[in-house]
């Protein structure tokens, strides 16, 4: 009975070493008629329809979400794999975007993607 404890306990701690968060591989961002385009590479072990990237959100600097990009299927085979936003609008005078991955069953990734805008 002790053994199986520890080897309980030890899966418990192993568990959040196994999750993935997604990783954003880099951001593409280009004037778009009148606002931007935001192109996102991201990376994460997608099992199937359970275990996905379902989506990712632009940010400003103070936190207000200024777009978010529904990602519909799950890409097991398609890694890593870009999708755009299109006529993102920025608030004036925007010098940064940050852009952040979530995950089905991780929630959001903990670091977030910072991007310089050019002037």
Known sequence: MRHICLT???????G??????PEILGVRVEKSGTGLQVAVT????DTGWDHYVDGWEVLDAEGNRLGY????????EEQPFTRSLNDLALPDGAQEIFVRAHCSVDGWNSEIFRVALEP
């Open 69 to 76: 990009r529904l990602l519909h299927h799950p890409h097991v």
């Open 16 to 21: 959040p070493l196994l999750a993935h968060e």
């Open 42 to 45: 991201l990376m994460h072990p």
């Open 8 to 14: 309980f306990a030890a899966v418990l701690i192993a």
